[in-house]
């Protein structure tokens, strides 16, 4: 249960966040959004009730999904928006990359700072971005296990999800630090403006950063609304699982699908509505509910310890073949690195809120 709120908990919010990837994008390919000022813009957006109607037409479009079942919408919609994103993402990184200046952001990218690799929060910031970004604990993996062949193999799944979502975080990495730099490029002190721009967060980058660099390369309109249809895709391609996993609980408790998604639709439009009028609401809940995730995670490795890392590896786990089947490695990581890896960031969670 707690596993199924903490997910619901996030939805209500995550649906605010989709329905501003869609204002984006069409606000860019119909309203010129390129040619306005970014950050009044966003202040201008943000402080309006139209969040509150982008946050209804993004749960709209989730629930129909959902309510064409899972091979048919879920399925389908994703064997459209995981490929179309990657392509999406992999045209924006070519035209970034190739911007005057954006060989400095490679460099600064990919260039390692060994002398960071003994700060703790580093290591911390790169696993609660892991925990969050793969999913882990949310419980939707569980719900999709169901409608699975019995033949899966959930090593490769889980290995084939890992290598996927940090390929398309490489890609956006290629995309937007390229462009930072090609912005500020020929400036003095860029590293240092470039680090002020990443440290204003996802939110300041994605909204009010990403449309004025856009703003400043040729057909940087296409080229933003390719961003923004890339961010669409991505937001959709997790909320449809977040909505399926809530509403398959109201199936399972005997309700008809579409009772069940009236009543899941509902109450995430209701329940978001804080969220869509108050960024302050918004980053509470985005703080609170990323630390019930780490705690709603720490319950499926709880529960692997109960049974034993050995005995649910051999018998509980489907039988698998290949290269990929699990090991002792699996033991040990279950024993030892997992629950290091919880308590770590459960309490760095403690302490920055503390501070």
């Not at 109607?53 to 879920?74: E, R």
């Not at 049974?307 to 990581?333: A, N, Q, S, Y």
Request: charged content about 10%; proline content about 4%.
């Amino acid at each position: 249960a707690y596993v199924v709120w903490v997910t619901a908990a996030i939805t209500f919010y995550y649906t605010v966040v989709a329905g501003w990837c869609i204002k984006y994008f069409f606000a860019t390919c119909c309203q010129g959004l390129i040619k306005k000022t970014p950050v009044d813009f966003w202040n201008h957006f943000s402080s309006s009730w139209e969040p509150v109607l982008f946050h209804f037409f993004a749960i709209g479009i989730g629930c129909a999904i959902i309510y064409a079942g899972v091979v048919k919408g879920i399925e389908r919609a994703n064997k459209f928006f995981i490929p179309s994103l990657f392509f999406l993402l992999i045209i924006a990184c070519i035209r970034s990359i190739s911007l005057q200046g954006a060989i400095e952001g490679l460099n600064f990218l990919f260039d390692p700072n060994l002398s960071q690799m003994g700060d703790i929060k580093v290591w911390l910031n790169a696993l609660s971005q892991a925990a969050w970004s793969t999913g882990a604990g949310w419980g939707l993996m569980l719900t999709y296990s169901i409608y699975s062949h019995e033949k899966e193999n959930p090593s490769l799944t889980a290995s084939t999800l890992g290598f996927g979502n940090n390929m398309a975080s490489l890609l956006a990495a290629m995309t937007v630090i390229p462009a930072i730099f090609s912005y500020f490029a020929f400036q003095a002190n860029t590293k240092e403006q470039v680090m002020n721009v990443i440290e204003q967060g996802d939110l300041g980058l994605t909204f009010t950063w990403i449309p004025t660099l856009f703003s400043k390369i040729p057909a940087g309109t296409f080229f933003l609304a390719v961003f923004f249809l890339a961010l669409c895709f991505a937001a959709f391609s997790s909320l449809i699982s977040m909505l399926e996993l809530i509403t398959r609980v109201f199936i399972d408790a005997g309700l008809q699908r579409k009772k069940a998604i009236l009543i899941v639709g509902s109450t995430c439009f209701i329940l978001g509505i804080p969220s869509a009028l108050s960024m302050g609401f918004f980053e509470n809940q985005d703080w609170v509910w990323g630390l019930g995730l780490v705690i709603s995670g720490s319950f499926f490795i709880l529960l692997v310890l109960k049974i034993g890392p050995k005995k649910f590896r051999k018998e509980i786990m489907p039988e698998v073949t290949g290269k990929l089947k699990p090991g002792k490695g699996f033991d040990f990581l279950v024993k030892f690195l997992l629950p290091l890896q919880i308590l770590a960031m459960l309490g760095w969670w403690f302490w920055d809120s503390y501070k």
